[in-house]
């Protein structure tokens, strides 16, 4: 059982995966930092307000705190918006970049028309219905 553990602990895909850990806590920081410190005070410095927390209503003697959620929810919105804008966004167009570049290879095979099996290209007639393909 031990070998099975170490076998599974230096397999490529944990190490990636602990590292893919390490790299997207430090990310976090960085990206709670930027909303926290720029992006927070650019709303404030527009609306007036950037703490919400002390909204609240009171029904039946219960409060309800829709202030904090306020808070939280403008957070992870404004998070989203950086990771999509600093980061999915310039990763969309990287690969798009890449993709352009690359040779389209050849196609080896085609559908016949009429059993819908996959064929060589350079057939004559289809092995699967024996029909006649017209090139």
Do not use: W
Not at 3 to 26: C, P, S, T
Not at 47 to 53: L, R
Not at 102 to 108: F, I, R
Request: aromatic share 10%; charged share 15%.
């Amino acid at each position: 059982m031990i070998k099975e553990f170490k076998d599974f602990l230096f397999r490529g895909n944990i190490i990636d995966l602990a590292v893919a850990v390490v790299i997207g806590a430090a990310f976090t920081a960085v990206v709670n930092s930027l909303v926290a410190d720029i992006i927070t005070p650019l709303i404030s410095a527009i609306f007036g307000t950037q703490d919400f927390s002390s909204l609240h209503f009171t029904i039946n003697g219960s409060q309800f705190n829709y202030g904090n959620f306020l808070n939280a929810l403008i957070s992870f919105v404004l998070v989203a918006l950086v990771i999509f804008f600093l980061v999915v966004k310039p990763m969309n167009v990287m690969i798009a970049r890449k993709r352009a570049g690359q040779a389209t290879e050849d196609p080896t095979t085609k559908i016949c028309p009429e059993c819908l099996s996959e064929i060589p290209v350079a057939a004559r007639r289809c092995a699967f219905c024996t029909t006649v393909l017209v090139k």
